[in-house]
Every structure is written in C-alpha cells, then in structure tokens.
C-alpha cells in the first residue's frame, strides 16, 4: 500500500468521524438568482437562470424526471476563467476546459473585514487590510486563494444584495499587491462580482479581473458561510464545469475546514 493511499484514507476518516468538516460555500441556484446586468451602452447583459421541465413521471417520460436549463456562464456562485477578461485572454491554459486541474484546490486565506463593511457598503479591501491580516496569521503562501469575508452573503434574496455601484470590493492596489508581491492563485467574494460595484471608475477599470486574469488565476463571486471558515487551515475545492474555451462556470464550492 503505497503512503498516498493511506493520506487519502486517513483524510476520509478524518471526515468521516468529523474532525475535519466540510462547509459548502454555494448558494442555491434558481429562477430568483440575482445576476448583474449592463447599461446597454456597455454591452448585452447575461441572462438568469430558468429551468423547464422536460419530463417528470408524465407522459413526457414515465420513468424518469429531467430538466432543460439555461443561464449565462457567471450566474449565482461560480467561477472567473482567465479567459473572462480582456487582460487573461491570451493564455492558453485561460478557460474552464484548459486550466491546470491543481487549480481547483487551494489552501484558503480568509480575510475578514466584515465589520468594516457593516459601516460601509462600499468598503474597499486595502493593501493595509492585507498586512494587518499577515501581522496576526502569516504570510499569505504561494497558491493561496484570498477570499474577502464581507458577510455579504447574508443578503442574498434581498435587493441590498446587487445593491447596483455600492457594494465592496478590492482597491487597485490591493489586487496589484496580490498579483505582484504575493503569488496567489484566485481571489473570491461573497458579492456577485470580484470587484467592487464602483470599480469601473478605478485605475485600472475592475482591478481584481484585471490583474487576478492577467497573471492567468481565477475568481470566485457569490460565495457563501465565509464566517465559517478560519482565517488560515482550511482548503477549498472549486472545480468549474469543463466547458471547451469557457470563460467561467456555476460552480459547487466546498471548503474543508478542520473541527
């Protein structure tokens, strides 16, 4: 029996008993899901989710029950491609179908400004925010994701969730400081986007697709249960649908966080 095998097992186990537990970070996905939509001088806005029947135990197929589905690649929680973005479009391993598969488990930094958004709708995740964060729990290591708790979540199935040009984000420099000084591997967010609702107005326009999908790393939006998770210790798997040259995908994302 070779060591990687018994890793696994044990890993199972661990599971099992519950001494790791697993934390699903997905909110549902159905006809209310909120999606952003674009001045029409900017460009088509993607459409929401609908499912329709196609049988259910009926005449339409007696034995069995299916549905038709239909939404845009970045509806309700999902997954930023390289691809996405303008900056990421050139790398050939940038879409769902072509992007190292390593890509979708990460160790998880979860910094935690949620009192701060409580105060402020459009607060901003600063390049002090990260260093403070560093001072208390280390270094944020090569292939981490950084996820921004913001308890945004919490608004789901609300209006003050899209909440239109006044929800948080990261600020330019924090999201340079991500890409350049430290080698993350995705940045997420419990908004519907991974920038702030403001950030077409920034320098560069919407900074955490623009250098997050330059250097060929992903987003995650519309995460959910970040006040589960640690602020360091947990992992989290997040594998989008293999679409040939997806530019993103609803996702299922769980965290495994030790008990």
């Not at 159905?30 to 929401?48: A, F």
């Not at 479009?89 to 949620?114: K, L, Q, W, Y």
């Not at 591997?185 to 403001?198: L, M, N, S």
Request: proline share 7%; charged share 15%.
């Amino acid at each position: 029996m070779s060591p990687g095998f018994e890793y696994l097992a044990s890993l199972v186990g661990l599971i099992r008993q519950g001494t790791i537990n697993i934390v699903d970070l997905t909110h549902p996905l159905n006809e209310h899901t909120p999606v952003i939509s674009l001045p029409p001088e900017i460009g088509r806005s993607s459409p929401g989710f609908t499912k329709t029947t196609i049988s259910n135990f009926d005449d339409h197929g007696p034995g069995w029950a299916w549905n038709f589905l239909q939404m845009g690649e970045h509806c309700g929680t999902h997954f930023d491609a390289p691809n996405h973005w303008i900056t990421g479009r050139h790398h050939a391993t940038g879409s769902t179908e072509t992007m190292a598969i390593d890509n979708f488990i990460a160790p998880a930094c979860v910094i935690d400004v949620s009192e701060k958004v409580l105060n402020d709708d459009s607060y901003l995740l600063s390049v002090n925010d990260i260093e403070q964060y560093e001072a208390q729990h280390g270094q944020i290591g090569d292939g981490a994701l950084v996820l921004m708790r913001t308890d945004w979540y919490k608004r789901m199935g609300t209006p003050a969730f899209l909440n239109d040009n006044c929800s948080p984000g990261p600020t330019a420099d924090a999201m340079r400081f991500l890409a350049e000084q430290r080698d993350v591997r995705g940045f997420g967010v419990e908004q519907v986007g991974t920038d702030a609702g403001a950030a077409g107005g920034f320098v560069p326009p919407f900074p955490a697709h623009h250098y997050m999908h330059a250097k060929n790393g992903f987003g995650l939006a519309s995460l959910a249960h970040l006040d589960q998770l640690p602020a360091k210790g947990s992992v989290v798997i997040a594998a989008p649908l293999k679409i040939t040259g997806g530019s993103g995908s609803p996702v299922r994302v769980l965290a495994l966080v030790p008990n």
